[in-house]
């Protein structure tokens, strides 16, 4: 797969994963996140990718990504968890590349909340799973799950959203398969 990549592609990917993880350190920390989650730009860059390349590129940048975020900030109680909460979570932003030429402000941050909204149930089933315990024992799992990475992701997916639709009309096209 990525054999088959010309270089100034392959370069694209790696300074997109790059940036995504500079972004990543410039972070609104919320302080009833006690563990885990702040609203940042980091999956702008990675949707950049998606759009400008498709679905298959702009998972695996996101793949990239969640790899290189869990390194710079681990949190971790399973195997498992680790997968949903870093690979799996910023891979699966790539479907934002179910836009990818048809990249308008509307189609761009439609597929910018389709994005941000699987990644969030990706990040509450890992809630649900693995950080159950930690709900109020009033409160159902799914619920808590939901309210508490809710409470960063919207206004993340949000940012992000008009991040995208002051950039998109400036991107250069891309592979747009």
């Known amino acids: ?8 592609i392959l370069a694209e ?3 997109a994963i790059a ?12 302080p009833h996140l006690i ?3 702040s609203i940042s730009l980091h999956a702008l860059p990675i949707v950049v990718v998606a759009l400008r390349y498709g679905v298959r590129l702009g998972a695996l940048s ?8 869990f390194l710079l900030t681990p949190y971790f109680v399973h195997p498992v968890q680790i997968a949903l909460d870093y690979p799996v979570a910023f891979g699966s932003l790539g479907v934002a590349g179910l836009a990818a030429g048809r990249s308008t402000p509307g189609m761009a941050v439609a597929a910018v909340l389709g994005a941000g909204a699987l990644r969030l149930g ?7 799973v693995y950080f ?10 799914w619920e808590y799950s939901l309210i508490y990475n809710s409470s960063y992701m919207i206004p993340e997916t949000l940012i992000t959203c008009l991040a995208m639709g002051a950039l998109i009309r400036r991107l250069p096209p891309g592979v747009n398969r």
């Open 1 to 8: 797969m990525l054999s088959d990549l010309k270089p100034s």
């Open 13 to 15: 990917l790696a300074v």
């Open 19 to 30: 940036l995504a993880a500079v972004l990543s350190l410039i972070k609104i920390k919320l």
């Open 35 to 37: 563990y885990g989650g």
């Open 62 to 69: 996101g793949v990239a990504y969640g790899l290189v975020n």
């Open 122 to 128: 990706i990040h509450v089933l890992s809630g649900v």
């Open 132 to 141: 159950a315990d930690l709900a109020p024992a009033d409160t159902p799992v």
